[in-house]
């Protein structure tokens, strides 16, 4: 290979990662079905988050080949309480999802520093449910 070929695929640089990760969130609030029906209260701590959990996975990606960034992020959580509403015992729901997708180029590259210009969508959804058993 000749130097300029040589240069010309070290400017091709390709990079990769995928990256698995966890995070705890916190959850607190009022669920209700509408404004002035009864309503169940969450406030939970950090262990009864845990114990709530009924399922998450979270994973983020990032590819580049120069100076184009591709980057991704796709979470999931499901959690589920127990409680009690006037007409009887409830049992609330909530489920999240989200995806992010990003496209850009990396406009600096510096000693120590980068800076990538990206654009991009998020998608997200959460769900909440209540069931009253004699309601």
């Known amino acids: 290979m000749t130097p300029a070929a040589l240069s010309s695929a ?3 640089e390709r990079t990769g990662q995928v ?3 966890l995070w705890v969130p916190g959850l607190g609030g009022d669920i209700g079905p509408y404004a002035g029906a009864p309503s169940l209260s969450l ?10 959990t009924d399922g998450a996975f979270f994973l983020s990606g990032l590819a580049r080949c ?3 960034v591709l980057l991704g992020d796709l979470s999931w959580s ?6 009690v509403l006037p007409p009887g015992l ?19 590259t510096g000693p120590g520093m ?3 210009l990206l654009a991009g969508a998020w998608a997200w959804r959460v769900e909440g449910d209540i069931a009253v058993a004699g309601g």
Request: net charge negative; aromatic share 4%; no cysteine.
């Open 10 to 12: 070290a400017a091709q």
């Open 19 to 21: 990256t698995p990760y």
């Open 43 to 52: 406030d939970t701590s950090l262990s009864e988050v845990l114990d709530d």
């Open 66 to 68: 120069d100076r184009l």
């Open 78 to 83: 499901s959690s589920s309480s127990d409680g």
């Open 90 to 108: 409830a049992k609330g729901k909530v489920k999240q999802r989200s995806l992010t997708l990003l496209a850009g180029y990396r406009a600096i």
């Open 114 to 116: 980068t800076l990538d």
